[in-house]
C-alpha cells in the first residue's frame, strides 16, 4: 500500500473502502476504459478518470468527472454515442 493510500485510510477508512469499492466496480462494467483516479497538487484524491481504450466502447478520449457515480452515468450515455456511431458508419 502506498504512503498516500496509507494515510487516507487512516483519515476515514470507511471512504477509502467506498471509493475502492466504487473504482472496482467502474473497471468491471467499463472494460473499454482504464479508469482511475487523478491526483491533486497536495496529494489527495481528485477527479474520476476514464481513457477510451476501445473505440466500441465510447467516442471522447477522456471522460472526468467528479464523482464515481457521475462518471458511471457518463460512461454510459458514451456507450449509447458509440453504438449510434458504429450504426451509422455501417
Known sequence: MSIRRRREATQNPNQTTS???????????????????????????????ASLH????????????SDPTALREALEEEAKLAKVKRTEYR
Open 19 to 49: 471509493a475502492d469499492q466504487a473504482l472496482a466496480e467502474l473497471r468491471r462494467d467499463f472494460t473499454g476504459h482504464r479508469i482511475w483516479r487523478s491526483v491533486r497538487s497536495d496529494g489527495q484524491l481528485g477527479d474520476w478518470v
Open 54 to 65: 476501445d473505440p466500441a466502447a465510447g467516442v471522447d478520449a477522456t471522460v472526468m468527472r
